[in-house]
């Protein structure tokens, strides 16, 4: 059977996307599905022999998987890594490298063709955060032409954002599988009260992530 392949996007940074990928991947390896979990470019990731590693989101989508922490599976997951939490292309400097869209699609691509079951992409940042100097992941995100799932927070303006990322993607031809509401903490309003707002205008199914939630059977169910 092909992959099933989605892309994970953000409606900005530091949100939930790797704990909603993370709950997901999980969820699905419950259900007993295949699932192959990736964050190919990633900064703000120290080296593995570095206590701070843990925190990393390639750490925490290895641990999803139940993969050890160990380079080759660290290189697997995310073969482009910067140290600096910064956008990536940012980050890339600092390390005097630099990025190229085209390479990164390319590892994309590959994964795609040869992942059994389901792939599951995290996208950086916000879903028009730079991924290299010229390009943005919404530019990625097209060059792959997956579907998106986008994640939002529930803090005070979360709205807004994950409804212009919403129409953004629509403007775009991308199809939008679904919205997850990550909770934010110190967030005004309930989460759900967020998620219904956001579920009036976004065109898509929207699910809740509570502090702590596991990923909601629905939501696995439509990936
Ligand atoms: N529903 C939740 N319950 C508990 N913790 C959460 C939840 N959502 C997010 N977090 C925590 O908030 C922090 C930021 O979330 P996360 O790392 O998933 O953001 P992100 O959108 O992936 O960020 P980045 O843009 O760096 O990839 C993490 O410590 C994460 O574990
Ligand atoms: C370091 C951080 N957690 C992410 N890895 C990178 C976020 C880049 C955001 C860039 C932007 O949209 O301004
Ligand atoms: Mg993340």
Redesign the pocket.
Known sequence: MPARALFIA?A???????????ALTRRLRAQGRAVRTV?PL???VPPLSDPGFI?S?TA?LLDAQGLALDEEAVEACSPWRFAAPLSPDQAAVLEGRSLDLADLVGWCRDEIARAEGTLLI?G???LM?PVTETATGLDWLRALGLPALL?S?SYLGAISHALTACETLRFHGVKLRAVAV????GAPAPVATVAAAIARHAGAPVFC?????ACPEELAGLI
């Open positions: 953000g900005g940074t530091e949100i939930g996307k790797t704990y909603v990928t993370a964050k990633a900064s703000g925190e989101d925490r995290e950086v940042g916000g955060s994640v927070g990550s909770e934010s903490p992530l509570r502090r702590g939630d």
